[in-house]
Structure formats: structure tokens, C-alpha cells
């Protein structure tokens, strides 16, 4: 795990002063100051980000990690793991949600096998990068090994190096997993940290009697285990899947190579607080898609400070929200570029031009 404390502590906070360079030019252009709102920060810190005048963000790819989970024999999830290869080919054959918004934003759809138990046959339409069938049931053992959660990690590490390599100037994080909502909780609960209760929702629409089990299952791994806040590897090792530790790589290479990543909702969250207690300055590096509606993600959110770009009372998963926000975002970036400042326009200052 010592390789992956220092890739984390090597990645720098952004350089204020191209932030404030940006926000210069921000502040210059032909509109009143302030204007767009929250659409401004966004800019810079996309700049600082990229560390270019004038970012490119136009090559766009969403990376959606796909695992199964041993705790969904606790019965913590309305669906069989069943469901986990047969979105994988939906993803695959262009028919989920995420394909259509992915097509309307213009950005590359990639899948990634970090760990489904099903046999892909060596589709060349996906990426396989799986380390097992399965995590291992958390309430009996460690969900992975200290080796499995190695190669997750450098499986995501190495789509942001690809990313690098390719152009791609802005990722999207996505995932998919039968009982994921359930790891989620249990790290998001060893790392806040909280009470199971607090930040467990119903996922893919447990009932009550459901939902008590989901949290009964979290709360004794959560005991046997121990995790402490400061101890995030760990957290991944013992309650996390293979897809999550995957996105945990993604967002520290992304962070490393200087590409920004977008946050879809619960369980990408997950990964960021992960990523987040390894370096807290990796989450200017990110941008948080939206408010999940599973009932945990609004105290991780206020516990990180973090106001996302989206509410649409949204829940799906699949990278979704975080493909509409990675259009909002790139519209930023365009403005940034494209619209001309008062010297550009040949306006000497703005009282004359408002004079006028």
C-alpha cells in the first residue's frame, strides 16, 4: 500500500495564481462581473486544473468500472448479482441511459471488468482488467486481499494514464455492481465517520424490512473490522469492491496527470472520500455531478464542503449525472475560451462602455 500513500501525497493543491489569472480574464469579459454564477469557478478551476490558458476539454470519456460483491449474499440488494453482466452488455451494446447521454455529450463510453462474476469471453468492446469474480463477503473476511486491491488500483491508474496518452481533457466516473450501494455505505460510514443508519439508503428500492438488514450487515462489518478514518486503503481492502477501488486509481492518476474528473453520485462519491482522505487536495481536482438521492450522500457532500453542480433528484448510477454535468462543464470552458474580453472587443474599460 506504501506505493499508493506516495502517488497521493505527490499530487500538489492547484496554483492559486492561475486561478487568479483565470478569474482576471473572467472578470474582463464582455458581461457584468458575476454574471454566470457558480459557472465562473467552475472555469477556474478547470484552468488551474489543466494548467493551460485555455483548457481543452473537447475529447470527453466516461469510465464505467463494473464489479460484483460477496455481501450481496446477506441479501442486501433488491436484484441477484445476475443484473451486474447483464447491464455490463446493455453498456456495451449502446442500450443503457448512460450510452444515450454519453452520445449527446459527445463523449467515448468505456467499460471496464474490475472484478464481475461472469465470463466476457474477450469481448473487445470492454476493457478486462478483472482481479477476481467477486469481492469476498465483508461480513465474513476482508472483501479483497492486499495483491487484489493493488491491481484495482492500478487498473484505474492506468485509464488515467490511457486518458493521458489519448487527449482526453475530461473523465467521467461511472459504475456498476449488484450490492455496490452497500459497500458505499459501509466506507463512506468507516470514513466520515458515521453511524450506519445515517448515510445507508434503499438503493435499488429495498423495503423496510430490507433496509434494517442492509444496515444490521454494515454496522457488524464495520465491527469486526475496526476501520479508522485515517486509514483509507485499509477501509478499500476490508469493505470496498473492485470496481470502487478501480475509480479510487482513476482519481488519483487523473489528479497526478492534470486531467479533471467528474463525480457521479454514491457510490464514485465513495471512491472520492477515499481518494479525498488520501490527499485532501485531490478534491479540487474533482467536480461532485450531483445530489444523489440515496439518503447518505447529503451528509458526505456537507461533510466534504462540497456543493455539487446538479439536483434533479436523481439515482440511477452509471456515470448519468456525471455526464450531464461534464456538458455543463464543457460549455464552461468554451465561454472561457471563446468569449472576447473588453480590450479584445476594443472596449477600453467598462464605464466608458457602460457610458455609452
Known amino acids: 500500500m506504501e506505493k499508493w500513500i506516495k502517488r497521493a501525497a505527490a499530487i500538489a493543491p492547484l496554483d492559486e495564481e492561475r486561478k487568479t489569472r483565470a478569474r482576471a480574464r473572467i472578470d474582463d469579459q464582455t458581461r457584468p462581473q458575476g454574471s454566470l454564477g457558480r459557472l465562473e469557478r467552475f472555469m477556474e478551476c478547470l484552468v488551474a486544473i489543466r494548467e493551460a490558458e485555455k483548457p481543452d476539454v473537447a475529447k470527453k470519456r466516461i469510465l464505467i468500472f463494473a464489479g460484483d460483491h460477496g455481501v450481496a449474499d446477506e441479501g442486501v440488494s433488491a436484484f441477484p448479482k445476475e443484473v451486474t453482466k447483464a447491464m455490463v452488455m446493455n453498456f456495451l451494446n449502446g442500450g443503457a441511459t448512460i450510452n444515450a447521454l454519453g452520445r449527446e455529450i459527445g463523449a467515448e463510453v468505456r467499460v471496464i471488468d474490475a472484478g464481475v462474476d461472469a465470463d466476457f469471453g474477450g469481448d473487445p468492446r470492454m476493457v478486462h482488467a478483472k482481479v477476481a469474480r467477486g469481492t469476498k463477503n465483508f461480513l465474513k473476511a476482508p472483501a479483497m486481499t492486499e495483491d487484489e486491491l493493488d491491481r484495482a488500483l492500478e487498473a484505474g491508474w492506468k485509464q488515467a494514464e490511457e486518458a493521458k496518452r489519448d487527449g482526453v481533457g475530461l473523465i467521467g466516473l461511472g459504475e456498476m455492481g449488484i450490492a455496490n450501494t452497500t459497500s458505499a455505505s459501509a466506507l463512506v460510514a468507516a470514513l466520515l465517520p458515521a453511524p450506519a443508519g445515517k448515510v445507508t439508503g434503499r438503493g435499488t428500492g429495498l423495503n423496510d424490512d430490507a433496509l434494517r438488514n442492509k444496515v444490521r450487515v454494515i454496522t457488524e462489518a464495520l465491527r469486526k473490522h475496526e476501520v479508522r478514518p485515517d486509514q483509507p486503503l485499509r477501509a478499500l481492502q476490508c469493505l ?51 445530489r444523489s ?45 471563446e468569449v472576447a474580453t473588453f480590450s479584445e472587443a476594443g472596449v477600453s474599460n467598462r464605464s466608458e462602455k457602460a457610458e455609452g
Open 240 to 290: 470496498g469492491g473492485f470496481e470502487i477501488a478501480g475509480m479510487v486509481g482513476v482519481l488519483l492518476g487523473a489528479a497526478a496527470l492534470k486531467i479533471p474528473v467528474v463525480v457521479d453520485g454514491w457510490i464514485v462519491s465513495s471512491a472520492a472520500l477515499c481518494a479525498i482522505r488520501l490527499n485532501p487536495d485531490i478534491r479540487e481536482r474533482m467536480f461532485f455531478s450531483h
Open 293 to 337: 438521492q440515496e439518503s447518505g450522500h447529503v451528509h458526505l457532500l456537507e461533510h466534504l464542503k462540497v456543493e455539487p453542480i446538479l439536483n434533479l433528484d436523481m439515482r440511477l448510477g452509471e456515470g448519468t449525472a456525471a455526464a450531464l454535468a461534464m456538458g455543463i462543464l464543457s460549455a464552461a470552458v468554451r465561454v472561457y475560451n
